[in-house]
C-alpha cells in the first residue's frame, strides 16, 4: 500500500489513545493516518487524557479540543461523540479499529462496515469475530474476513512463543501463568465484582483470576488443545506483564535453552530477549509482544523448560493493532 493507510479509532481509552500515541510518535516507521476518532466521552476530557498520561508520560506535542476536531500539533483529526457507527461516512476508512471494549454482538460489529468501511479490527476477544488471530502464531488464517479479533495482549505475548517451541522442540503439556499488571476492570476499593477475588482493591493485593488466555490460544493453535493450561493472577501494578511458562517437552533437548531461545527469536520483531536483569518498568513502552528474560530462563534434565518472560500490555498490544490493520487493509479483497 503506497498511501497511509486510513484508520477510524472507535473507543478512545487506553488501546485507541496508545494507538493514536504509536502512530503520530513514530510517523517515519509507520505508514498509517488516524483520520477520524469517535468516542462518547467529552472532547476535552479526551484531549486532557491523551496530553497527560499516567503510564507514558505527558504526550510530546501541544493537545486541545478544538471545533469537534482532535488538535494535535499542527494536526486536526476529526473528532464524533457518536453512539453509532451507522450515523457517520465511512466509505475512506480502511480500517476501524473497534477499542470500546463493547463488542458483545455482531450489529455492533457491522455498524462500521454499514458505514462504508472496510474492515473492522477488534481491541480483544471476540466471540461474534469472523477470525480471531494473532501475528506469529496464525496470521496465515487471515483469509477474507472483514471482522476480525486481535485476541488478548495476553494471548499476543503466549501463542508466539509456544508455537515455535512447539514447532521446535514439541510441546507435550505446558502451563502458563501470566502476571497482569491491573485494569480498568478492576475496582479501586473493595467493592461487589463479577467474583469475589475481582470484588477487591486492585492496588492493594494480588489478586488471583481467570483469563481468557487459554481459550484465545487454543483458537489460534489448536493443536495445543488439550496440552496447555493458562492461570492469571492480576498485581499492583499499573503498567507491564509477564508470563511464566513451564513448558514439558516431547523429546530430549540436548542443546543449552538459552542457545536454543536465541537461535529461534534471533529475527523475531514479535518475540525479544534480553540479557539483563531488569525490572517491569524497564519494558515499559517496548513494541514487542514478549521480551524473553534469559536470566529467568531454567531447565531441570533435558524435557522441562520454565520460560520467563515481560510484555507491555498495552503498547505492545497497540504495536499488533497497526500491524493487523496494515494485514487487513492490504488484502486484494
Known amino acids: 500500500m503506497t498511501r497511509p493507510l486510513r484508520i477510524f479509532i472507535n473507543g478512545f481509552g487506553r488501546i485507541g489513545r496508545t494507538v493514536l500515541r504509536q502512530v503520530l510518535q513514530n510517523e517515519g516507521a509507520c505508514n498509517a493516518e488516524v483520520i477520524g476518532i469517535n468516542d462518547i466521552a467529552p472532547l476535552e476530557t479526551c484531549a486532557y487524557l491523551l496530553r497527560y498520561d499516567s503510564v507514558y508520560g505527558l504526550f510530546p506535542s501541544t493537545v486541545e479540543a478544538s471545533k469537534n476536531q482532535l488538535k494535535i ?4 483529526i476529526p473528532f464524533f461523540c457518536e453512539p453509532d457507527l451507522r450515523a457517520l461516512d465511512l466509505r475512506n476508512v480502511d480500517v476501524v479499529l473497534e477499542c470500546t471494549g463493547k463488542v458483545n454482538d455482531r450489529g455492533f460489529a457491522e455498524a462500521g462496515l454499514d458505514a462504508g468501511a472496510s474492515n473492522i479490527l477488534i481491541s480483544g476477544p471476540s466471540a461474534i469475530a469472523d477470525r480471531t488471530v494473532v501475528i506469529g502464531a496464525n496470521e ?9 479479533s486481535n485476541a488478548s495482549c495476553t494471548t499476543n505475548a503466549i501463542a508466539p512463543l509456544l508455537r515455535t517451541i512447539d514447532l521446535g522442540l514439541g510441546i507435550a503439556q505446558a502451563h502458563v501463568t501470566t502476571i497482569h499488571c491491573y485494569t480498568g ?15 477487591r482493591a486492585a492496588a492493594v493485593s494480588m489478586v488471583p ?3 481468557s488466555a487459554a481459550d484465545q490460544i487454543i483458537k489460534v493453535l489448536p493443536e495445543l488443545k488439550g496440552r496447555l493450561s493458562v ?3 492480576r498485581v499492583p501494578c499499573i503498567s507491564v506483564s509477564a508470563i511464566d511458562a513451564t513448558l514439558q517437552l516431547s523429546e530430549d533437548c540436548d542443546e543449552p535453552m538459552t542457545d536454543f531461545l536465541r537461535q529461534a527469536f534471533a529475527e523475531s520483531t514479535l518475540v525479544g530477549l534480553t540479557d539483563d536483569p531488569c525490572v517491569s518498568t524497564d519494558f515499559r513502552a517496548r513494541p514487542e509482544s514478549l521480551v524473553i528474560a534469559l536470566p529467568e530462563t531454567q531447565s531441570a534434565g533435558h ?9 507491555d500490555n498495552e503498547w505492545g498490544f497497540s504495536a499488533r493493532m497497526l500491524e493487523m490493520a496494515e494485514r487487513l487493509a492490504a488484502r486484494p479483497l
Open 73 to 76: 500539533g499542527a494536526r486536526h
Open 140 to 148: 496465515h488464517e487471515l483469509g477474507e474476513a472483514r471482522i476480525v
Open 185 to 199: 476492570s478492576q475496582p479501586t476499593v473493595d467493592k461487589p465484582g463479577a467474583s469475589l477475588e475481582r470484588s
Open 209 to 211: 483470576t481467570t483469563t
Open 231 to 233: 492461570a492469571a493472577v
Open 303 to 311: 524435557r522441562q523448560l520454565r520460560v520467563f518472560g515481560w510484555y
